[in-house]
Nanobody
Framework: QVQLVESGGGLVQAGGSLRLSCAAS????????MGWYRQAPGKQRELVAT????????YADSVKGRFTISRDNANENTVFLQMNSLKPEDTAVYFC?????????????WGQGTQVTVSS
C-alpha cells in the first residue's frame, strides 16, 4: 500500500495563492507519477496537473500559466501544487494521486482530498 498525505488547502480570495503538498510513502514501491485532480460539487473529477518521475509535467488547459506542479528536491516522493491567480471556479476538493510500481504491476492510489475554496 502507498499512503498519500495532503496538506495546504483552505479559503482564499480570488487572485490569491495557495500551495498544496502531497507526500507519498510505502514500502517496496517506486513512484512513476504523481498528480492532482479536483472535483467540484456536481461535477466529475478532473485532472489538474501531473508530474512523472522524469519530471515531465502536464496541465489542464484551465490552469496553464497559473498552476505549477513540482517535486521536492529533498524527497522526490513529495509534490507541490503552487496555485496562483486563483478563481472562484477553482473551488473544489483537490485529490492527490499517484501511480506506483511494485514490479511487475502498477497501482493507482488516491489521497483523501483537501478543500480549496476561492471567494469572489
Amino acid at each position: 500500500q502507498v499512503q498519500l498525505v495532503e496538506s495546504g488547502g483552505g479559503l482564499v480570495q480570488a487572485g490569491g495563492s495557495l500551495r498544496l503538498s502531497c507526500a507519498a510513502s510505502g514500502n517496496g514501491f517506486s513512484i512513476n507519477a504523481m498528480g492532482w485532480y479536483r472535483q467540484a460539487p456536481g461535477k466529475q473529477r478532473e485532472l489538474v496537473a501531473t508530474i512523472t518521475s522524469a519530471d515531465i509535467t502536464t496541465y489542464a488547459d484551465s490552469v496553464k500559466g497559473r498552476f505549477t506542479i513540482s517535486r521536492d528536491n529533498a524527497n522526490e516522493n513529495t509534490v507541490f501544487l503552487q496555485m496562483n491567480s486563483l478563481k472562484p471556479e477553482d473551488t473544489a476538493v483537490y485529490f492527490c494521486n499517484t501511480r506506483a510500481r511494485r514490479w511487475p504491476n502498477e497501482y493507482t492510489y488516491w489521497g483523501q482530498g483537501t478543500q480549496v475554496t476561492v471567494s469572489s
